[in-house]
């Protein structure tokens, strides 16, 4: 697709966070006149990460300190996904959660029942205060018979000088372990995309067409995919984990690449 195109196309920019919209605690370079470019054309954004350790909260308040105010509509992270899976198609279950302290909180806020002891599921978000005991116990429940989800497939998180196993390296492990592979409801999943829907509705006032959405991000397996696999579109930019020449190996391919966020702001407003 044309690269203009895709963007006349858009009515609703998905934007990914980690090496999309900033790196670490640093935004990049035209990612702020991006946002503001999509505002005077008339279209909308939001943020949607798969970074499932941090909150909502946390993440409204890391982008106010860059300048940047959004609204709770316009934030979703894989673990909300998630929460919305669980209520829809494994109510009452109990969880077992690998998750940080404000996933923990955010899965006590909707009303998941969590269990230590013994749960139903293993649900594994980006579990950055993993423990061997604690992998090890979720893994003896799962071979016990425990479902076996997970918020998302990343292998690696970028942060600022190279990148971190992220919830997908550590799903691995698990699966190479007790030889069951988890449910994954985060980008690039349908589940997503309905998520996103049914949020854009209540940000617009309208729910977009699936043809009207553009998933935005630096990565092929997850935001692109969620795209060009669902009935959306698919923008990459080169500012984080994929490179044009994983473009060419990739069996994803992308609606249209641009170098990054500032590039697509210039050409938005050209």
Do not use: W
């Not at 370079?29 to 946390?58: C, I, Q, W």
């Not at 934030?75 to 923990?104: A, Q």
């Not at 490179?243 to 407003?269: I, R």
């Amino acid at each position: 697709m044309d690269r203009l195109e895709l963007l006349e196309k858009t009515t609703i920019f998905v934007l990914d966070m980690d090496g999309t919209y900033y790196l670490g605690d640093r935004i990049l370079d035209g990612a702020r006149e991006f946002l503001d470019a999509v505002k005077k054309s008339g279209r909308d954004y939001m943020f949607f990460t798969n970074n499932s350790s941090r909150s909502p909260e946390d993440y409204i308040e890391k982008l106010a300190g860059m300048d940047t105010f959004i609204t709770p509509d316009q934030i979703m992270t894989s673990g909300d996904v998630m929460i919305d899976y669980l209520k829809t198609n494994r109510p009452g279950e109990k969880v077992f959660l690998m998750g940080t302290p404000p996933l923990f909180k955010s899965f006590e806020n909707a009303g998941i029942p969590l269990s230590e002891d013994d749960p139903d599921l293993v649900v594994l978000g980006f579990d950055k205060t993993l423990t061997y005991d604690r992998m090890t116990a979720a893994c003896n429940f799962i071979r016990e018979g425990a479902g076996f989800l997970a918020t998302h497939p990343d292998i690696n998180c970028p942060v600022e000088g190279g990148f971190i196993p992220d919830c997908g390296a550590i799903a691995a492990a698990m699966t190479l372990s007790t030889g069951v592979s988890p449910i994954v409801t985060g980008k690039p999943h349908k589940e997503t995309v309905e998520a996103v829907i049914g949020r854009a509705g209540r940000l617009t006032g309208a729910r977009p067409k699936r043809s009207e959405i553009t998933f935005v991000g630096d990565r092929l397996y997850t935001d692109i995919a969620t795209g060009v696999k669902n009935g959306a579109m698919g923008a990459l930019v080169l500012t984080g984990e994929s490179t044009e020449e994983d473009v060419e190996k990739s069996d994803v391919k992308p609606d249209a690449v641009y170098l990054s966020l500032g590039e697509m702001g210039k050409l938005l407003g050209a």
